[in-house]
């Protein structure tokens, strides 16, 4: 039993949990909207009134070329983020401006929410519309039994807070029965398997068969939050909690694309890590650190992946978003209310159309050079 406790692989846990306590205990002291959000999602009461919310957040399309890019595959790539990733239908409707149709979306997390019915071809005015338009009721089910039978049952076969059926449910319901072969985008996400503790991809080469419902619920299955998603007797969940930020599926699945957007709702600019200069002279220092331990090994496989893309092809990373709206319980915030997610949207377009006018100047003979990041 000791030995199992005083595991060293077992610290980031314990700095997972000093850290979540942590950020949620400040959240709440800072806003209280949170609990006014997580009541919203979780208990509707009759006086409830849904927010009014553009539900079209974008002007008129504008067909604007851009020079450089024409015939080019170019890859979208996203990291998670929760519900900041709304910003990856701004992004898509920038493509769609410019006249160029992503190679390929490599999407994880909540990216995934917004990216897989881009791939499936919906314009993305559409997806803007049924994004915004989401109530909490429509991807939000509590597992009332099993939480009631968690003492009792000592936490046996407990995962999540939320199901994710009913999510699943409302997507099926836009998408239909499209499967991932059916995309007119390729498209992937990473899942992180429980029981054999890998990473693997889902998308049209991998599991061509699988709906695109049954995709977006299994990218966004975070532990605690969202349960465990059965695939082929084993429990998956979403991917981001190791590979936040996935390249692979543009380098190694698909065909080579010429260049790439990226896009990052997750971590401040270009996967910095947070400062903590001076922790050693605070109160409670080794809390301070907490989120240091818990993110160094994710945020510095971002870094190595950035690497690899920016030198395998001109690549543009973007922060539509800025880091500290999904910073702590900010992440949860942006998943149970869609009041903020035109204004993402909006920020995507915007920063997507100056990355590709960027990458239209790298790729003219004239301009063709070293890769480049913000």
Request: charged share 20%; glycine share 10%; proline share 8%.
């Amino acid at each position: 039993m000791l030995s199992s406790v005083l595991d060293v692989f077992r610290l980031r846990q314990y700095f997972n949990v000093i850290t979540r306590l942590r950020e949620v205990g400040q959240g709440i002291r800072a806003d209280a909207g949170l609990l006014s959000d997580a009541r919203r999602a979780l208990v509707t009461l009759p006086f409830d009134r849904a927010e009014p919310v553009e539900r079209h957040p974008f002007p008129p399309m504008s067909r604007d070329a851009v020079d450089g890019l024409a015939g080019r595959r170019v890859a979208l790539i996203a990291t998670g983020g929760s519900g900041a990733l709304a910003s990856v239908v701004g992004a898509a409707r920038a493509f769609e401006e410019a006249g160029v149709a992503p190679s390929v979306i490599s999407l994880c997390s909540g990216s995934a929410l917004f990216g897989f019915p881009i791939a499936a071809g919906v314009p993305s005015d559409e997806v803007a519309e049924f994004c915004i338009g989401l109530r909490p009721s429509d991807y939000v089910d509590v597992n009332w039994p099993a939480l009631a039978r968690l003492l009792p049952s000592a936490a046996r076969g407990f995962g999540g807070v939320i199901q994710g059926d009913r999510l699943e449910a409302t997507y099926r319901r836009f998408l239909g029965d499209r499967t991932l072969g059916d995309l007119a985008i390729p498209a992937y996400a990473p899942l992180w398997n429980v029981e054999a503790n890998r990473v693997d991809y889902v998308g049209p080469r991998t599991h061509p068969d699988m709906p695109v419902a049954r995709a977006v619920h299994m990218a966004v299955a975070l532990p605690l939050f969202v349960q465990p998603a059965a695939l082929d007797g084993l429990y998956w969940c979403d991917g981001g909690i190791v590979d936040i930020f996935p390249v692979r599926p543009v380098l190694e699945l698909e065909p080579p694309s010429a260049a790439a957007v990226a896009i990052n709702g997750f971590y401040p600019p270009r996967f910095a890590g947070e400062d903590a200069t001076g922790w050693q002279d605070q109160s409670w220092s080794i809390l301070r650190v907490a989120s240091q331990v818990r993110t160094c090994q994710q945020v510095e496989l971002a870094r190595a992946n950035l690497a690899s893309l920016e030198q395998a092809m001109p690549t543009v990373m973007i922060e539509p978003v800025s880091y500290e709206m999904v910073r702590g319980v900010g992440f949860y915030r942006q998943f149970l209310s869609t009041r903020d997610w035109p204004g993402f949207m909006a920020e995507g377009r915007v920063h997507t159309h100056r990355a590709l006018c960027r990458l239209g100047r790298m790729m003219e003979p004239e301009g063709a050079g070293p890769t480049s990041g913000q």
